[in-house]
């Protein structure tokens, strides 16, 4: 049995234009309520590398009525080969496509994030007013309104204030107590970009494995690019801090950490220079036990970041905004009520998907020398010829979401 949605209009700014901040836009305009998104970039961040729709990811694009638009852009990629220095497999896992189980290393629903975002937005733009150009960079609140005060010196009154701005989110570094550390890090780094695609580039994902606890990755998104990939495993406070140098800065350091890794090295970092973008990062995964306070809410990544290795990232934005949309919906004339309960209620699913990430697991798929490289390969090798992966995943039980369960919210139908 559902809730009926109060009729109370509220008026709600979203700090952020990504995913969530999309996803949250979309349900709170069909609650009635008056929804800004404004996102600091001067147009829609419509870019980004490949990401994926898993579990319970996949069920919340599907409430949208998005599921057939999002098929309809969805990237060819087959499945996952580690290769050697000459770029031939070793071993390959394909993605489950069987309807049922558990997604693979690759799921049955890759998508650039550059395309989900304009999908959301198309979705949503009718009904939302779109600030671009400008950032939240603080917030004033009592007990009936929080006031925002804008990058161009401006401010704005509002009912609620959303932080949907990403990892490192603002509104999240004023809403917590000063000092504290947001951060689980796993000690991964991570720089991707695109170069131009070859003939050689298929639509399986090559993975190639270097000593030092590196690794190097190739997948292609459409006709003309290809997606390149540098991970490494490390824990020191030069690797940390090259993230916030300037782009070319950034460049430099990872084709030092990579110059003599081989395969198609100098390909992917001559491609640096005319990629379109350059994104590098460390992995961490955003724990904290609050996620709002008065009039402020954090969702998303600032919320609760699970990191790329939980596989869950995408959906556990998508799923989080449904959630705190609904609860908002459900209890508009009630908005501490309807915070505790969309703390509560995601919760759970939050602890599963995190749980995913294992650092020692990670380890063990980032060797550090060549003969625990053949070891993992060989190893590979063996469950493949075995259809250990495949069967694993076909007749998994549950996928990375657990058995979490959607909350059923009255919301009018989506057109």
Same mark, same amino acid.
């Given at each position: ?31 009635? @309520? ?114 925002? @005060?804008? &990058? ?36 991964? @780094? ?45 824990? &020191? ?5 090259? @993230? ?71 959906s556990g934005g998508l799923v989080g905004a449904y959630v705190l949309a609904g609860e908002i919906n459900r209890h508009a004339n009630d908005l501490p009520t309807a915070l505790v309960n969309y703390d509560s209620v995601l919760r759970p699913f939050v602890d599963k998907i995190q749980a995913e990430v294992n650092p020692r697991l ?32 076909? /007749? ?9 369960? /959607? ?9």
């Amino acid at each position: 049995m559902t809730d009926e949605i109060t009729k109370r209009s509220l008026r709600i700014l979203v700090a952020g234009g990504g995913v969530a901040g999309q996803a949250l836009a979309f349900w709170l305009t069909r609650g009635g @309520h008056q929804v800004t998104v404004v996102e600091r970039f001067p147009a829609l961040r419509a870019s980004g590398a490949q990401v994926d729709l898993r579990g319970q990811g996949i069920e919340a694009v599907e409430r949208m009525g998005l599921l057939d638009t999002v098929r309809s852009r969805l990237v060819d990629e087959a499945g996952v080969a580690f290769v050697d220095s000459r770029g031939k497999p070793k071993a390959t896992i394909m993605a489950n496509t069987s309807g049922t189980g558990r997604q693979s290393l690759t799921s049955e629903y890759e998508i650039m994030r550059g395309d989900l975002v304009r999908i959301l937005h198309d979705a949503a733009k009718d009904d939302v007013e779109y600030v671009f150009g400008k950032s939240v960079d603080g917030f004033d609140q009592d007990e009936h309104h929080v006031t925002a @005060h804008f &990058s161009d010196g401006t401010s704005g009154e509002y009912d609620l204030l959303i932080g949907a701005d990403g990892q490192g989110s603002r509104t999240r570094r004023a809403l917590l107590p000063e000092g504290f550390d947001p951060y689980w890090r796993v000690g991964i @780094h991570m720089a991707y970009w695109f170069v131009p695609r070859i003939a050689s580039d298929s639509n399986i994902r090559d993975t190639y494995m270097v000593p030092g606890g590196r690794q190097i990755m190739r997948r292609s998104h459409n006709a003309t690019e290809t997606q390149a990939y540098f991970v490494m495993r490390e824990e &020191s406070a030069e690797a940390s801090a090259s @993230h916030r140098a300037p782009v070319e800065q950034q460049q430099k350091f990872w084709a030092s950490r990579f110059r003599d890794a081989g395969w198609q090295t100098d390909r992917f970092i001559a491609g640096m220079k005319t990629s379109p973008f350059f994104y590098s990062q460390e992995i961490v995964q955003v724990r904290t036990d609050t996620w709002s306070k008065g009039r402020v809410v954090l969702a998303g990544d600032a919320a609760h970041c699970a990191s790329p290795y939980s596989g869950m990232g995408i959906s556990g934005g998508l799923v989080g905004a449904y959630v705190l949309a609904g609860e908002i919906n459900r209890h508009a004339n009630d908005l501490p009520t309807a915070l505790v309960n969309y703390d509560s209620v995601l919760r759970p699913f939050v602890d599963k998907i995190q749980a995913e990430v294992n650092p020692r697991l990670l380890r063990v798929g980032m060797p550090m020398s060549k003969h625990a490289i053949s070891a993992f390969q060989t190893a590979t090798a063996l469950a493949c010829r075995l259809r250990i992966p495949e069967l694993t995943a076909r /007749f998994a039980k549950e996928d990375r979401g657990g058995d979490w369960q /959607f909350p059923a919210y009255s919301v009018p139908a989506a057109t």
